[in-house]
């Protein structure tokens, strides 16, 4: 089958916020770029960011880019790699700043600075007060921002294909990227877009469990391109459970509202984040308050007729701040929980948010893996940032906006070295004539007519078992099962076969084609979480309930291959200061 | 629950035509898209756009029961039956409820979108008081989603001159930025008998606006500058 092409310097696949950032820098040279995304840029997942992000600006206290490292260091319980952590902690204010420049409507302060927040796990003096680090557009800070890169690229005149879905990157077999191939949604026809470097920035896949805080569309595509071009993804047993989702509906509450003054309370009105974490108490590290709040139900003390969630309590911070500080809250509040913060408290649960694994990258972007010589080679032509990236700077717990803070330093940081690979790189190398096989017979398998399971009921078997047998708190038991029903559910998925067969705009195919990624992502998953038999950060363990530095200070590495597991050393040697040595970890 | 959905696949239809659809469930919280999503596991040729499920995003615009809305923040306890969805009106179908945008976007690009401000940059944030800051509220929150600029006469008209509810409250959104440098030639290029003046403040935008915004005022404000500076 002829496939039509176009060729450009580099392809970005993703309009979020670290798509949108690396698509500047690389518009500041004058490359030919293509931005690929499956929904209009601004329906991207970073919309929905609701807190803010970090940077150690000092606008109402004394901070420092050292204290935010070591705070992220912390919170990553040791596993984060030390060196990336310094690259994004030293140029956060410069990357914020830049935002500002940008056009990004920041709230201010009396002085007319940048407004900042405190957020969970975030100190001053290497664990001491907390630092109020977390600059804010009310609790809208996602929706700003990804407006303003959106704007900033209007501007710089980016070349967008729009409603795009990205199906497999196109390889030779030397391991170049070459491209990739994508599907126009409105047509349905195939396209290759040959470029000598590609970018994924495609985001999360929280939609791999049954209640998430995460969007539509977060079904891990460029995991799931990754996977099935025989390289592995890392860390992927390492999921956030956000201690404030809306308690049935999934829908997040910021951990701003605590920075703001809000706290837990369990069916007692008591505030039990003050026996978990004397000190930080509710602004402790999120998996830190996500497994109190399981402890509090599964003990008895949950709220409601069912007992089963706790009290987010605002009340207290009067009608003022609430509207002014959090009105983003106040409204989803109101319709998800028919709650009003003003006058009574949220009821909420731990809800899956964040993924901290993903496409192995060090810190210039470049996917990397054991191919030869070492455990971090780079990929020729491939590049991962964002969510959809494990660089490693969150390890084994994000600290609350350190996303957002992520996806700008790495964006730019990755367009910086596409822009040297293009000089060392001024020609496309020859594409192989099957290249693009794999791409196409994966569109042509949902082809296929006659009767054969649906995609959703496979879908939502998947999400439930995932989150049954993956959850809060792990068992061997509970995840060896889970491992078996996970491989049995993914041998049903040949069978599935869809009724809608056109072309134009064929949402049922792209369900389809985003279920194949759900499942590679969830099998990393479950496989990588049996195999680690230790507790850290997010991934607690039942049956080994401390952490182990001796055996377990690794990186996973899981390929889709048999479902095999490598491991890679963490890098503690940060660029220019000392490392900070593993210790137990409280709040 | 009852639903009667406008269904278009320009593959296999010749011309549109309402289906009828039942779900056995309970409004209870439910919201509309949640509907929509078991409608979507019955039959998975309905075809309709959704991102966010909060709000947020501005995917999920339709013509509920004859008022634009986002079908993710309607509860379904609020519609009356049968439920009755159609596609935004004005644009071009592309397929049952999914709309071609382009002209809107085309709108929102056209009002330059982006903060201008050729000065050096400081090495620090450009300073703004709280107060000039206040002056974004109500116009920054706007998510595209197209329910205000599709509600408007004078949009469905003339959608290739006429800038529309949603791309005028942006570009008001700049004007308003004590940031921005460029007010002179923003009111220059609004200053035409079709970008600015075919809004004959009918209101419909503000009534369909699911974020509470209201471009009427912002269309109001422009005006006024207008009429300020030739003063
Ligand atoms: C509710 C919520 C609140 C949050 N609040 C905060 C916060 O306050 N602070 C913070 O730091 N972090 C926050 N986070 C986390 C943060 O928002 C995300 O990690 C981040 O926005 C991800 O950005 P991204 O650019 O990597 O991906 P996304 O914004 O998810 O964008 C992914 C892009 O890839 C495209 N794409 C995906 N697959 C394909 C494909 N197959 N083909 C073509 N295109 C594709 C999509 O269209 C989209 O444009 C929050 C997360 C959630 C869920
Ligand atoms: S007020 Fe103006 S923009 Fe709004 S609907 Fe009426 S004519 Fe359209
Ligand atoms: S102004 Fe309101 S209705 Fe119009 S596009 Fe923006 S959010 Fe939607
Ligand atoms: S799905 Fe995002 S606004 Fe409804």
Same mark, same amino acid.
């Given at each position: 089958?002829?496939?039509?092409?176009?060729?450009?310097?580099?392809?970005?696949?993703?309009?979020?916020?670290?798509?949108?950032?690396?698509?500047?820098?690389?518009?500041?040279?004058?490359?030919?770029?293509?931005?690929?995304?499956?929904?209009?840029?601004?329906?991207?997942?970073?919309?929905?960011?609701?807190?803010?992000?970090?940077?150690?600006?000092?606008?109402?206290?004394?901070?420092?880019?050292?204290?935010?490292?070591?705070?992220?260091?912390?919170?990553?319980?040791?596993?984060?790699?030390?060196?990336?952590?310094?690259?994004?902690?030293?140029?956060?204010?410069?990357?914020?700043?830049?935002?500002?420049?940008?056009?990004?409507?920041?709230?201010?302060?009396?002085?007319?600075?940048?407004?900042?927040?405190?957020?969970?796990?975030?100190?001053?003096?290497?664990?001491?007060?907390?630092?109020?680090?977390?600059?804010?557009?009310?609790?809208?800070?996602?929706?700003?921002?990804?407006?303003?890169?959106?704007?900033?690229?209007?501007?710089?005149?980016?070349?967008?294909?729009?409603?795009?879905?990205?199906?497999?990157?196109?390889?030779?077999?030397?391991?170049?990227?070459? %491209?990739?191939?994508? #599907?126009? *949604?409105?047509?349905?026809?195939?396209?290759? /877009? &040959? =470029?000598?470097?590609?970018?994924?920035? $495609?985001?999360?896949?929280?939609?791999?469990?049954?209640?998430?805080?995460?969007?539509?569309?977060?079904?891990?595509?460029?995991?799931?391109?990754?996977?099935?071009?025989?390289?592995?993804?890392?860390?992927?047993?390492?999921?956030?459970?956000?201690?404030?989702?809306?308690?049935?509906?999934?829908?997040?509450?910021?951990?701003?509202?605590?920075?703001?003054?809000?706290?837990?309370?369990?069916?007692?009105?008591?505030?039990?984040?003050?026996?978990?974490?004397?000190?930080?108490?509710?602004?402790?590290?999120?998996?830190?308050?996500?497994?109190?709040?399981?402890?509090?139900?599964?003990?008895?003390?949950?709220?409601?007729?069912?007992?089963?969630?706790?009290?987010?309590?605002?009340?207290?911070?009067?009608?003022?701040?609430?509207?002014?500080?959090?009105? %983003?809250?106040?409204? #989803?509040? *109101?319709?998800?929980?028919?709650?009003?913060? /003003? &006058? =009574?408290?949220?009821?909420?649960?731990? $809800?899956?948010?964040?993924?901290?694994?993903?496409?192995?990258?060090?810190?210039?972007?470049?996917?990397?893996?054991?191919?030869?010589?070492?455990?971090?080679?780079?990929?020729?032509?491939?590049?991962?940032?964002?969510?959809?990236?494990?660089?490693?700077?969150?390890?084994?717990?994000?600290?609350?906006?350190?996303?957002?803070?992520?996806?700008?330093?790495?964006?730019?940081?990755?367009?910086?070295?596409?822009?040297?690979?293009?000089?060392?790189?001024?020609?496309?190398?020859?594409?192989?004539?099957?290249?693009?096989?794999?791409?196409?017979?994966?569109?042509?398998?949902?082809?296929?007519?006659?009767?054969?399971?649906?995609?959703?009921?496979?879908?939502?078997?998947?999400?439930?078992?995932?989150?049954?047998?993956?959850?809060?708190?792990?068992?061997?038991?509970?995840?060896?099962?889970?491992?078996?029903?996970?491989?049995?559910?993914?041998?049903?998925?040949?069978?599935?076969?869809?009724?809608?067969?056109?072309?134009?705009?064929?949402?049922?195919?792209?369900?389809?084609?985003?279920?194949?990624?759900?499942?590679?992502?969830?099998?990393?998953?479950?496989?990588?979480?049996?195999?680690?038999?230790?507790?850290?950060?997010?991934?607690?363990?039942?049956?080994?309930?401390?952490?182990?530095?001796?055996?377990?200070?690794?990186?996973?590495?899981?390929?889709?291959?048999?479902?095999?597991?490598?491991?890679?050393?963490?890098?503690?040697?940060?660029?220019?200061?000392?490392?900070?040595?593993?210790?137990?970890?409280?709040? | 629950?009852?639903?009667?959905?406008?269904?278009?696949?320009?593959?296999?239809?010749?011309?549109?035509?309402?289906?009828?659809?039942?779900?056995?469930?309970?409004?209870?919280?439910?919201?509309?898209?949640?509907?929509?999503?078991?409608?979507?596991?019955?039959?998975?040729?309905?075809?309709?756009?959704?991102?966010?499920?909060?709000?947020?995003?501005?995917?999920?615009?339709?013509?509920?029961?004859?008022?634009?809305?986002?079908?993710?923040?309607?509860?379904?306890?609020?519609?009356?039956?049968?439920?009755?969805?159609?596609?935004?009106?004005?644009?071009?179908?592309?397929?049952?409820?999914?709309?071609?945008?382009?002209?809107?976007?085309?709108?929102?690009?056209?009002?330059?979108?982006?903060?201008?401000?050729?000065?050096?940059?400081?090495?620090?944030?450009?300073?703004?008081?709280?107060?000039?800051?206040?002056?974004?509220?109500?116009?920054?929150?706007?998510?595209?989603?197209?329910?205000?600029?599709?509600?408007?006469?004078?949009?469905?008209?003339?959608?290739?001159?006429?800038?529309?509810?949603?791309?005028?409250?942006?570009?008001?959104?700049?004007?308003?930025?004590?940031?921005?440098?460029?007010?002179?030639?923003?009111?220059?290029?609004?200053?035409?008998?079709?970008?600015?003046?075919?809004?004959?403040?009918?209101?419909?935008?503000?009534?369909?606006?699911?974020?509470?915004?209201?471009?009427?005022?912002?269309?109001?404000?422009?005006?006024?500058?207008?009429?300020?500076?030739?003063?």
């Amino acid at each position: 089958m002829a496939v039509a092409k176009r060729t450009f310097d580099a392809v970005i696949i993703g309009g979020g916020g670290a798509g949108l950032r690396a698509a500047l820098q690389l518009a500041k040279s004058d490359l030919k770029v293509a931005l690929v995304s499956k929904v209009f840029p601004t329906r991207s997942h970073t919309v929905s960011a609701q807190g803010g992000i970090a940077a150690s600006l000092g606008n109402v206290k004394e901070d420092s880019w050292h204290w935010h490292m070591y705070d992220t260091v912390k919170g990553s319980d040791y596993l984060g790699d030390q060196d990336a952590i310094e690259f994004m902690c030293r140029q956060a204010n410069e990357a914020v700043i830049e935002l500002e420049h940008f056009g990004m409507p920041f709230d201010r302060l009396p002085d007319g600075k940048i407004y900042q927040r405190p957020f969970g796990g975030m100190t001053q003096n290497y664990g001491g007060d907390p630092a109020i680090r977390t600059c804010a557009v009310a609790d809208r800070t996602g929706h700003a921002m990804l407006h303003t890169l959106y704007q900033r690229n209007v501007a710089a005149k980016t070349h967008f294909f729009e409603e795009y879905f990205a199906v497999d990157l196109v390889t030779d077999h030397h391991g170049y990227t070459l %491209g990739v191939v994508i #599907l126009n *949604l409105q047509t349905g026809e195939p396209l290759f /877009i &040959e =470029a000598r470097a590609t970018i994924l920035a $495609t985001g999360g896949a929280g939609r791999i469990f049954a209640a998430t805080t995460n969007a539509l569309i977060n079904t891990g595509d460029g995991l799931g391109m990754v996977l099935r071009a025989g390289l592995p993804l890392e860390d992927m047993e390492f999921w956030q459970f956000h201690p404030t989702g809306i308690h049935g509906a999934g829908v997040l509450v910021t951990e701003g509202v605590r920075g703001e003054g809000g706290y837990l309370v369990n069916k007692d009105g008591e505030r039990f984040m003050e026996r978990y974490a004397p000190n930080a108490k509710d602004l402790a590290s999120r998996d830190v308050v996500s497994r109190a709040m399981a402890v509090e139900i599964h003990e008895g003390r949950g709220c409601g007729p069912k007992a089963d969630h706790v009290y987010l309590k605002l009340d207290h911070l009067g009608p003022e701040v609430i509207k002014s500080k959090l009105p %983003g809250i106040r409204e #989803l509040s *109101l319709k998800f929980a028919h709650v009003d913060p /003003i &006058e =009574a408290p949220i009821p909420v649960v731990p $809800t899956v948010h964040y993924m901290m694994g993903g496409i192995p990258t060090n810190l210039h972007g470049q996917v990397v893996a054991p191919t030869r010589t070492g455990p971090e080679e780079a990929i020729p032509g491939l590049y991962a940032i964002g969510e959809c990236a494990c660089v490693s700077v969150h390890g084994a717990n994000r600290l609350g906006s350190n996303s957002l803070l992520d996806l700008i330093v790495f964006g730019r940081a990755a367009g910086n070295r596409v822009i040297d690979h293009l000089k060392e790189n001024p020609f496309p190398r020859p594409v192989p004539v099957d290249a693009l096989d794999p791409a196409l017979s994966r569109l042509a398998r949902w082809d296929r007519k006659g009767g054969g399971e649906s995609v959703s009921a496979i879908r939502e078997d998947l999400r439930q078992t995932m989150q049954r047998h993956c959850g809060v708190f792990r068992a061997a038991e509970v995840l060896k099962e889970g491992v078996a029903k996970v491989k049995a559910i993914a041998e049903r998925l040949p069978h599935a076969a869809l009724t809608d067969h056109s072309k134009t705009f064929n949402t049922a195919r792209i369900e389809a084609l985003e279920l194949e990624n759900l499942m590679g992502v969830a099998l990393a998953t479950i496989v990588s979480a049996e195999a680690r038999t230790e507790s850290r950060g997010a991934h607690a363990r039942d049956d080994h309930p401390q952490r182990d530095d001796r055996n377990w200070l690794k990186h996973s590495l899981y390929y889709a291959e048999d479902h095999r597991l490598d491991y890679k050393p963490v890098r503690l040697k940060p660029l220019t200061v000392e490392s900070f040595e593993p210790k137990a970890r409280s709040y | 629950m009852r639903f009667s959905i406008y269904r278009y696949n320009p593959d296999t239809d010749a011309k549109p035509r309402m289906q009828d659809y039942e779900l056995a469930i309970e409004a209870g919280d439910m919201m509309l898209l949640d509907a929509m999503l078991l409608l979507k596991d019955q039959d998975d040729t309905l075809s309709f756009r959704r991102s966010c499920r909060e709000g947020v995003c501005g995917s999920d615009a339709m013509n509920i029961n004859g008022f634009n809305g986002l079908a993710c923040v309607t509860p379904l306890s609020s519609l009356k039956q049968p439920i009755t969805l159609r596609p935004l009106p004005g644009l071009p179908v592309i397929r049952d409820l999914i709309v071609d945008m382009e002209q809107f976007y085309h709108q929102y690009r056209s009002i330059k979108p982006y903060l201008i401000n050729e000065e050096p940059e400081p090495e620090i944030e450009r300073l703004q008081s709280p107060e000039e800051r206040a002056e974004l509220d109500g116009l920054y929150e706007c998510i595209l989603c197209a329910c205000c600029s599709t509600s408007c006469p004078s949009f469905w008209w003339n959608p290739d001159k006429f800038v529309g509810p949603a791309g005028l409250l942006q570009a008001y959104r700049f004007i308003a930025d004590s940031r921005d440098k460029a007010t002179r030639e923003r009111l220059d290029d609004l200053e035409d008998p079709y970008r600015l003046f075919r809004c004959h403040s009918i209101m419909n935008c503000v009534a369909a606006c699911p974020k509470g915004l209201n471009p009427t005022l912002a269309i109001g404000r422009i005006k006024e500058l207008l009429t300020k500076r030739t003063v």
